[in-house]
């Protein structure tokens, strides 16, 4: 899935509005240094629902132009973490500070940041196309499946990014994933999906040590479980549940 996140600084949203009043000024204040996000910045529940988000951001810019004090006085939605975020991106930003007839002095900024998703965020899982598992890679893929189904943070709300959100909302949202992803988290689903990898890869056992393209392995995993388990059927009704009774920003629209 591909993010966009992008830092949208209107002129006026520049402007200094108070210590010292703006028409003292000589010179507002400008970026040198833009905010830069990273779309390892995306809330992670946020990212799989395909939700976006605009934040705006006040900030006092210090006589040496660092965004300092800032903070998020308005966000749609809430509650799944972007306004922390926003906050953060802003204040990694640089400006040159706003100048009244004799010095750099204090002023004040508003930004906009807004979050959005630029591809489908649940598109059709590929067919999986490979050999037949041997029965030694189908043991192999229950060791897998005990091993992963044992670990508590394959269960945690940390993999799911809930672990930020209100009590109650989240208590909800993992019920909900606990009943639609039921069979995707089942001992049968792992133990097959990770079979059919090794006879892909022609391996009849799981390597000792994490492999060094791992994240391949996990995306093979992902597309191994076509037939065992429809995931964007899952995530579309996650998604609509999630923004029937909550709000889901200003771009989602329900299937």
Do not use: H
């Not at 934040?55 to 660092?66: F, I, L, M, P, T």
């Amino acid at each position: 899935m591909a993010f966009a996140l992008a830092i949208a600084i209107a002129p006026q949203s520049l402007a200094a509005t108070s210590s010292p009043d703006a028409s003292e000024l000589t010179t507002p204040p400008t970026w040198i240094e833009p905010p830069s996000p990273t779309p390892d910045e995306y809330p992670l529940f946020a990212s799989i629902l395909g939700i976006t988000s605009e934040v705006q951001v006040e900030c006092r810019v210090s006589d040496e132009g660092r965004p300092v004090d800032c903070q998020a006085v308005s966000s749609r939605p809430t509650g799944l973490g972007f306004e922390p975020i926003a906050v953060a991106i802003v204040e990694r930003g640089r400006l040159s500070p706003a100048r009244d007839e004799n010095s750099a002095v204090e002023s004040d900024i508003s930004v906009r940041v807004p979050f959005s998703i630029d591809s489908d965020p649940f598109p059709p899982p590929p067919s999986w196309e490979g050999p037949e598992p041997s029965p030694a890679q189908r043991a192999a893929g229950e060791v897998y499946a005990r091993r992963v189904l044992l670990d508590p943070a394959y269960r945690s709300d940390a993999r799911w990014g809930l672990q930020d959100m209100p009590t109650a909302m989240r208590d909800t949202v993992r019920d909900w994933v606990d009943e639609l992803f039921r069979d995707d988290m089942s001992f049968r689903t792992l133990s097959l999906a990770m079979a059919r990898v090794l006879a892909r890869r022609g391996l009849d056992r799981m390597p000792s040590e994490e492999p060094a393209d791992w994240s391949d392995w996990v995306a093979e995993l992902q597309s191994a479980k076509s037939g065992y388990f429809d995931a964007q059927a899952a995530n579309i009704e996650l998604r609509r549940r999630y923004c029937t009774r909550y709000d889901c920003g200003p771009a989602v629209a329900l299937p």
